[in-house]
């Protein structure tokens, strides 16, 4: 599971991911409810804070129909890695390979960046709308993101939103496609 992460991911972000991997020794999780094909599991993690052992608690819910995962932490919501209890768990039911859901393209070294927005004294057939509008559009999205990160509830609705708009706005560049080709 890790060396799937290694291959796939930049190298800063794999250590993130490797942080992970290090505190999934400490972790021992334990089935709590089952619901077929649900399962809701107990996981402990072990942490030494100010030369005391402390033991917290997360609750995981795992399907075993589709092998997706989550964990009241919300570490991959926030972050987009995968959080130590999450990968305990996957272990527990000898999961080997992590879902693709969960290696997500951004952190990619093999993805294919379209283009970029980052005008430079270069670009003179740029056009200055396209530039002005993903400007104005990071200056929204900053000042919406600065409102709501402090808070993980918060910031998994806003994830969630801009998925809901990226699917609304592929719908819709799709459904132009489509008129225009019938055209």
């Given amino acids: 599971m890790e060396k799937q992460f290694q291959q796939e991911y930049t190298t800063s972000m794999f250590r993130d991911v490797q942080v992970e991997f290090v505190k999934k020794?400490?972790?021992?999780?334990?089935?709590?409810?089952?619901?077929?094909?649900?399962?809701?599991?107990?996981v402990e993690e072990e942490k030494l804070v100010h030369d005391t052992m402390i033991c917290?608690?997360?609750?995981?819910?795992?399907?075993?129909?589709?092998?997706e995962v989550r964990c009241e932490c919300n570490l991959f919501e926030s972050s987009g890695v995968l959080c130590c209890h999450c990968l305990e768990v996957f272990h527990s039911?000898?999961?080997?390979k992590v879902p693709s859901c969960?290696?997500?393209?951004?952190?990619?070294?093999?993805?294919?960046r379209k283009h970029t927005y980052i005008k430079s004294s270069h670009d003179v057939n740029r056009s200055d709308v396209s530039h002005d509008a993903f400007k104005g559009l990071c200056a929204h999205f900053y000042n919406i993101a600065q409102e709501f990160v402090n808070d993980d509830d918060e910031t998994a609705l806003l994830h969630a939103a801009l998925e809901e708009t990226r699917a609304k706005l592929s719908e819709h560049r799709a459904n132009l496609e489509m008129l225009w080709s019938a055209i």
């Fill in 25 to 42: 020794a400490d972790c021992r999780a334990s089935v709590v409810t089952e619901d077929w094909p649900v399962v809701c599991m107990k």
């Fill in 56 to 67: 917290d608690s997360y609750v995981v819910h795992f399907d075993r129909s589709t092998q």
């Fill in 93 to 96: 039911f000898k999961v080997y």
């Fill in 102 to 112: 969960y290696v997500l393209p951004r952190w990619s070294k093999n993805i294919k």
